[in-house]
């Protein structure tokens, strides 16, 4: 047996204030993106909003359903928003957040699994890192270079092969 280790890398920022003048506003994009989230059952806004390499920017937000599989994440509504608006453009940098109508969120939210492979799949097909900014109530905000960086074991087209 052999054992290999797997690493995150993740920046904390203390305030949004750290961070550039263009990365503190794709944060209040995502914001502003949560506001308008279909979250009648859940109560858990999220926005996303991408910031795409022509200097466009993208927004999405969660979409519920009593179906509750029918529904989609504010993160896949961005990203493919995107892709279908924008094919081609690469994606720079995604920013996410999310309040909640029941309770205080005091960590910075992460996108589901679900989301973080069509995340990484955008990343792979534009041969480009994309960089995440995640946040929520609270003052903190990470920074991760990659989307890679949340799914480390990756499954993608190499995986089909």
Partial sequence: MKTFKVETNVRV??????L??????????????????YAPYSHFNVGAAVLLEN????KGNNQENAAYPS????????????GSNYPGVKIKTMAVTAFSKNARIDS??????????VMSE??????SDI?????ADCDE???????KSTLPLLFSSDSLK
Avoid: H
């Fill in 108 to 117: 910075p939210i992460t996108p589901c699994g679900s989301c973080r492979q």
């Fill in 122 to 127: 955008y990343e792979t097909k534009s041969r």
């Fill in 55 to 58: 200097g466009v920017i993208v």
């Fill in 141 to 147: 905000i990470w920074m991760l270079e990659s989307v």
């Fill in 13 to 18: 920022f203390a305030s949004i204030k750290e």
């Fill in 71 to 82: 529904g989609i994440c504010a993160e896949r509504v961005a990203i493919f928003a995107a």
């Fill in 131 to 135: 960089k995440l900014l995640l946040c």
């Fill in 20 to 37: 550039s003048s263009e990365d503190q506003n794709l944060i209040e994009q995502a914001k502003e993106a949560a506001k308008g989230a």
